[in-house]
C-alpha cells in the first residue's frame, strides 16, 4: 500500500481530517481557564418549527392560526408546559423542565438569518459560514473559532459527530470526524499490536509522514481510550444526509463521556435530520413530537454525562429557519423565517425567553405569513463566543467577518 493511501486509511479510520500543512498544528501559548470552557453546536437541518417548540399560547393570533396543530394552553388537557405564562414548551420535551427550572435552559425567539432565502441548501451553508447572503466563503464559522482559540491544536480539540464532515467544521484547523453511534469508537486494524508496532517502525524518523501518521494514530488512540465506558449500540435513521433524532440519547450519552475522559476535547457539532413538517406535523403528539422527544433526552442526557463540566459548556441548537405561522392544509406547515434558537449551559442565564417578540398579527408578520426575524443567529453566537470562550473584539471580527452591530438587549449569560 502507497503511503498515501495508508495515511488516508487511517485517516478516515480514525476519524481524522488531515490539514493541508503543517500550520495548524502549530503549538500556541496555553489558556489553561479558556481551554476548559466547552462549546457543543446541535444543528436541526430541514427546518424545525420553533412555534410549536416554544409555542406563544398567550398570542389569542396563535391557535386561530393554527387550528388543528397549534398547542392547547398549559393547565390543559395535553397543554403546554408552562414556561413565563405567555410562552409554552412543547409537552415533548418535558425531560427538559428540570434543566428550565434550574435556569440552565435559555430561548432566544424570533432569531434567525437576515438573509430572505427559503432554500433549506442556501440557509444551512449560510447558518454554517457564519456569512449570510455570502456563498464565496470556504470555511465553516466553528473551524475559525477553532484557529482563533488559545491553547494547543489537538486532533481532537474539535468532534464532528456524524456521516461526514459537515460545512461548519470545514476549514484549515484539525477536526475530527467520528462516526455515530457505537461505530465511533470501533476497533482498527492498526490496534493490533503486531500490526501496529510494525507500522510504527515503517514510519519511524521518516519525516514527511512520521506527524501526520503519529497524530492521526493519536486521534484514534484519544477517541478509544475516552470511549471505553460507553458502548452502547445506537441505531441511526438516515435524513436529508443528517440522521433522524431516534439516536442522539446514546450518542449524546457517549459524548458525554468523551468530554470527560478526554480534557482535550473543547467543541463538537452534530447534525439531527427530518425537520421539514409539511404534512401531519401534529402538536403535543405526531410528527414533530416524536422528533423533539429523543432530541430533549438526549440533551438533558448529555447534560447529566458532563456532570460538573456542564458548568463550564454552552450548547447551542439552531436551524436554518423557520416555518409558516398559518398551517397548511395537510396539517403542516412550509418553509418561513423567523424562529427559536435554543441555549443550555451552566452559566446561561436561563429560565427565560430572550429575544424581541414581535407577535404574529398580520401587520407583524414577514412578508404576511412568518414570524419575523428580530435577532441575527450571529448576535446569539457571538456572545456565546465573547462571554462564554472570552475572544476579543478582534477575535469576533475574525469568526464572524460580516457580523452586525451588537444587540444591546442580549444577555445570555449570568453576571
Known amino acids: 500500500m502507497l503511503r498515501r493511501h495508508f ?4 485517516a478516515l479510520s480514525s476519524g481524522i481530517m488531515l490539514p ?3 500550520s495548524a498544528f502549530a503549538r500556541q501559548s496555553s489558556d489553561g481557564d479558556v481551554a476548559q470552557k466547552k462549546l457543543i453546536v446541535i444543528m436541526l437541518r430541514g427546518a424545525v418549527d420553533g412555534l410549536n417548540v416554544v409555542a406563544p399560547v398567550g398570542d389569542a393570533n396563535y391557535r386561530r392560526l393554527r387550528p388543528s396543530i397549534g398547542l392547547a394552553k398549559p393547565g390543559t388537557e395535553f397543554g403546554a408546559i408552562n414556561l413565563d405564562g405567555y410562552f409554552g414548551l412543547n409537552p415533548a420535551l418535558a425531560d427538559l423542565t428540570d434543566l428550565w427550572n434550574e435556569k440552565k435552559l435559555a430561548f432566544v425567539h424570533s432569531s434567525g438569518s437576515p438573509d430572505t432565502t427559503r432554500s433549506h441548501f442556501d440557509a444551512q451553508d449560510y447558518l454554517e459560514t457564519g456569512t449570510p447572503g455570502r ?38 484547523a484539525v477536526v475530527t470526524n467520528i462516526a455515530n ?21 515503517m514510519y519511524q524518523g521518516k519525516a514527511a509522514y512520521s506527524q501526520q501518521y503519529q497524530d492521526a494514530k493519536s486521534a484514534h488512540k484519544d477517541i478509544m481510550t475516552a470511549s471505553m465506558d ?28 468523551l468530554m470527560k475522559n478526554d480534557p482535550k476535547i473543547q467543541m463538537a457539532f452534530f447534525a439531527l435530520g427530518g425537520w421539514d413538517t409539511h404534512v401531519n406535523q401534529g402538536s403535543d403528539k405526531g410528527k414533530l413530537a416524536n422528533l423533539l422527544s429523543p432530541l ?3 440533551l438533558a442526557t448529555l447534560s447529566k454525562q458532563l456532570g460538573p463540566l456542564f458548568d463550564d459548556t454552552t450548547i447551542v441548537v ?16 412550509d418553509h418561513g423565517h423567523g424562529n427559536v434558537m435554543w441555549v443550555l449551559g451552566g452559566k446561561v442565564a436561563g429560565g427565560k425567553v430572550h429575544g424581541r417578540w414581535s407577535g404574529l398579527d398580520e401587520n407583524s408578520l414577514y412578508e404576511g405569513r412568518d414570524l419575523a426575524i428580530t435577532t441575527d443567529f450571529r448576535s446569539v453566537l457571538s456572545q456565546v463566543a465573547e462571554r462564554h470562550l472570552q475572544l476579543s473584539d478582534k477575535q469576533l471580527a ?7 452591530r451588537a444587540d444591546a438587549g442580549l444577555a445570555l449569560f449570568a453576571s
Open 398 to 404: 475574525t469568526v464572524f467577518p460580516l457580523m452586525p
Open 135 to 172: 456563498k464565496s466563503t470556504q470555511d465553516g464559522w466553528m473551524n475559525r473559532l477553532l484557529s482563533t482559540l488559545p491553547g494547543d491544536k489537538y486532533p481532537t480539540r474539535s468532534l464532528a459527530i456524524g456521516p461526514v464532515m459537515p460545512r461548519i467544521l470545514s476549514g484549515n
Open 181 to 201: 453511534g457505537a461505530a465511533g469508537s470501533k476497533a482498527t486494524l492498526l490496534d493490533n499490536p503486531a500490526i501496529g508496532n510494525a507500522f510504527d517502525k
Open 20 to 22: 493541508l500543512s503543517r
Open 7 to 10: 495515511l488516508k486509511t487511517l
Open 296 to 298: 430533549g433526552k438526549g
Open 230 to 257: 460507553h458502548m452502547d449500540k445506537v441505531e441511526m435513521a438516515a435524513s436529508n444526509g443528517a440522521p433522524l433524532p431516534n439516536g442522539f440519547p446514546g450518542d449524546a450519552s457517549r459524548l458525554g463521556t
Open 318 to 333: 439552531m436551524s436554518e429557519f423557520g416555518r409558516t405561522a398559518h398551517e397548511n392544509g395537510t396539517g403542516g406547515t
